[in-house]
Every structure is written in C-alpha cells, then in structure tokens.
C-alpha cells in the first residue's frame, strides 16, 4: 500500500549548489529558483545562511533571498545554524527556516564546530526566535543511516535528536541520509521501529543517492507511510571532491516514478526538465538524473 499523494521539497539550490564545484552566479541562481517557482513545486529551499568559509557555493544567500520571485503558495526556505544565521535569514524575508545537526558526534563536531550536547541550546534559541518572527521551522537531522567518521548509528540516538528538535518546536522532522548508504532492508526497518516514536505525518526523508539505492529507499518508505520526501533536482550535488554527502536523490527521477505509479505531486514533468535543462548548462556538466539523461541524448 502506498500513499496517494506525495509532497516534495526541493533542495536543489541548497543542497545541491552546495556540493557543485562550479561557482554559479547570483544572477543564475534567481532565474533558476524563479523557473523552479513555475513547476508547481510548493516548497524551495534557497540557500544557507551560514558562515561563507564553510560554504562557499552560498555566499550570496541573502541577494539571492531578496531578488527572487516569490509565489504566495510556495514555502521558501533556507538553512540557518545559529542566530547570527538567523537574523539575516528574518531579515530578507524568507517563509521558513531549517535547523540541522547529526545524530552522530563527529560529523555533528566536523560540520558546525560543537558536540551534540552544545548543540541543542543553540537550535532551541534559534527555534523559539524563529517562531516569535512568524517563521516555519524545519529540523534535518544527519547521519541517521551512517556516518563518515563513525560508521553505523544507532536508531534510537536518531529518535532522541529527533524528539528534543520536536520540543524545541520544529514543524517538520527531515531524516537525512547524507552519505547515501542506506539500503531498503535498514531503511525498512528504522521506520518499522520510528512509529510511534516520531510522527509520521511531520517526518521527510532525504536520501542521497551516491550509491544508487536512493529510489528503492523512497519505494520502501512510501510503504510504511512516508509522504514527503527532499530532492535536488537534476541530482545536483553529485561534486566527486565533496567528501561525505553528495548527489541527492533526483527530484524529477523522484516525480516520474511517482506519477507513473499513479501518485500525485502537483508536480509538472515539462517545466521540472526546463528548469533543470536551465542549470545543467550554467554549471556546465550533466546532470546525473536519469531523466536528464534521457533529455540529453534527445
Ligand atoms: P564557528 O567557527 O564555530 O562559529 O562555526 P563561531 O560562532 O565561533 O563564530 C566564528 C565566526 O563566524 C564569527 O566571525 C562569527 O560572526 C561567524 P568573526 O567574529 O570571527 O569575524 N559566524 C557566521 N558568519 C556567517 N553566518 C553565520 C555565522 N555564524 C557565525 N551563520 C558555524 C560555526 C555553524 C557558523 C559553522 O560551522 C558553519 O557555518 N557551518 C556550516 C556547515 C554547513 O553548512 N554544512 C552543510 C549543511 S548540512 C547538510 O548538508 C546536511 C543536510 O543536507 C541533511 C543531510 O543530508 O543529512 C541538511
Ligand atoms: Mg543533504
């Protein structure tokens, strides 16, 4: 049994530009969030206000934030990791904001520079002021099918990361794969042991497909009751330097297999292959995405 409608946030220009070598103008990077604005997505993330050392690729999230077009029916979010983050993001107007940490130590440690214990304080004040401002809060929680550094993880530290984001008050629970090695046997039977312990109808999940297994993870969740899945579309982010996360699970591959099981996206199929025809040539590589692929070899 699977569900008859799936919501997708598209990820692309966060977590896909985020991992792409190629330095993609601010000015390209408006035009393609504005052609993802035609496809019916509902839900765009844009950038990550986060410290431009790190992230590079982001850099100009707040002329991004503020150039685009925006549609009164789309969410459109960005990645904040502390206050400072915070502010700027409250400051260009975006919908929502998403939190984020690991269910693992040391990737936790690598990518926002603190233990999982320091980390809670810092997202619980960011949460609360966010929500004071009006926004949406989403929370990702990495590493949940493995870790760079540490290898396997347990499920219930993911479960345990996962409630003290829902009582800090976080909207939506993003479970995320970030390695891309989960496989269906493991990701079958974390959410057989996730219910009743996180609420299925706030959950995502966000498989990276670096290893091939992104879609049969999406088959098998969508029988145990997920329905809102993140993609990047194209499946940018595949950077073969970018050690740890690359390649998200393709959004138009995600769309098609969904329609051709008869399940509803809102999505459509010709404006996602324009929008991501428009990015393939400004980042000047082919996109990984069967679908474009199949668009290239026309
Ligand atoms: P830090 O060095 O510990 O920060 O970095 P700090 O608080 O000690 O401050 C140091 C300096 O950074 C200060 O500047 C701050 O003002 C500045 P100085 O006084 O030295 O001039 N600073 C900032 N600047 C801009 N924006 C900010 C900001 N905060 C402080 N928000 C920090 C801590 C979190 C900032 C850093 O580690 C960082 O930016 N990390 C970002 C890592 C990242 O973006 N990773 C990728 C996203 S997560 C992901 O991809 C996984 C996901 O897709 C799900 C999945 O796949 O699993 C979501
Ligand atoms: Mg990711």
């Not at 939190?99 to 233990?115: C, G, L, P, Q, Y």
């Not at 809102?228 to 940018?236: E, M, N």
């Amino acid at each position: 049994h699977v569900p008859e409608q799936v919501t997708i946030r598209e990820v692309g220009p966060r977590d896909g530009l985020q991992n792409e070598p190629a330095e993609v103008p601010t000015e390209d990077k408006i035009a393609w969030i504005d052609s993802l604005s035609e496809t019916g997505l509902g839900y765009i993330e844009i950038s990550s206000f986060v410290h431009p050392k790190w992230i590079p690729q982001l850099k100009d999230a707040r002329e991004v934030a503020k150039a685009i077009k925006r549609h009164p029916d789309i969410t459109y979010a960005a990645l904040v990791p502390n206050k400072k983050g915070l502010e700027a993001a409250i400051e260009t107007g975006v919908d929502e904001v998403s939190v984020f940490m690991s269910a693992s130590e040391t990737h936790n440690r690598k990518n926002i520079n603190k233990s999982i214990e320091e980390t809670y304080p810092v997202l619980e004040e960011v949460v609360k002021e966010a929500k004071q401002a009006g926004k949406t809060v989403r929370g990702y929680v990495s590493t949940v099918f493995g870790c760079p550094y540490e290898g396997d993880v347990e499920p219930d530290k993911v479960f345990q990361v996962g409630n003290r984001l829902f009582e800090m008050g976080i909207d939506e629970l993003s479970l995320g794969d970030t390695i891309g090695v989960a496989d269906p046997k493991q990701v079958d039977s974390f959410l057989a042991n996730m219910d009743g312990r996180i609420p299925f109808s706030k959950a995502a999940m966000h498989f990276h497909n670096t290893s091939g297994m992104a879609l049969a993870n999406v088959l098998v969740s969508l029988e145990r009751g997920v329905t809102i899945f993140d993609g990047a579309l194209g499946g940018l982010g595949g950077c073969p330097y970018a050690d740890g996360a690359s390649g998200n699970l393709a959004t138009d591959d995600l769309v098609h297999m969904l329609e051709r099981m008869g399940i509803d996206t809102g999505i459509h199929k010709g404006k996602l292959t324009d929008a991501a025809a428009f990015i393939q040539e400004k980042i000047g590589i082919e996109l990984p995405s069967h679908q474009m692929q199949m668009f290239n070899r026309k």
